[in-house]
């Protein structure tokens, strides 16, 4: 069964994130970057790809080689994705495809 929380260390404190409360993830340098719904941004050193592992497959997707996103949190899809807090996140060519047969497209 999977969780339904992430538990993120920091120091000496360690806090719960509800997965759906993740808006999208990216990279920075050693760090990964987490931009949740309440605006805030917690940094996490460990891999985009380890993190990924602990996400489920059906609610985030990788778009770019930097980027994973939370299909609850996009506004629109064009040449890039716009998520619901207006943050504009490149799809790159290689994750296109894979990105976009998620989705009923009419």
Do not use: N, W
């Not at 759906?20 to 987490?34: F, N, P, R």
């Not at 719904?37 to 050193?45: A, G, K, N, W």
């Not at 996009?74 to 998520?83: H, N, P």
């Amino acid at each position: 069964m999977e969780q339904p929380f992430l538990i993120l260390a920091k120091d000496t404190t360690r806090e719960m994130i509800e997965r759906e409360s993740i808006v999208y993830v990216t990279v920075l340098d050693k760090y990964i970057q987490l931009k949740l719904i309440d605006s805030r941004t917690l940094r996490v050193r460990t891999s985009l790809r380890q993190f990924e592992k602990h996400l489920p497959t059906d609610l985030f997707l990788r778009i770019h080689k930097r980027y994973i996103v939370c299909i609850r949190h996009i506004r629109f899809v064009d040449m890039d994705v716009t998520m619901k807090t207006g943050d504009v996140l490149p799809i790159s060519k290689e994750f296109k495809a894979s990105f976009l047969s998620h989705f009923c497209i009419f």
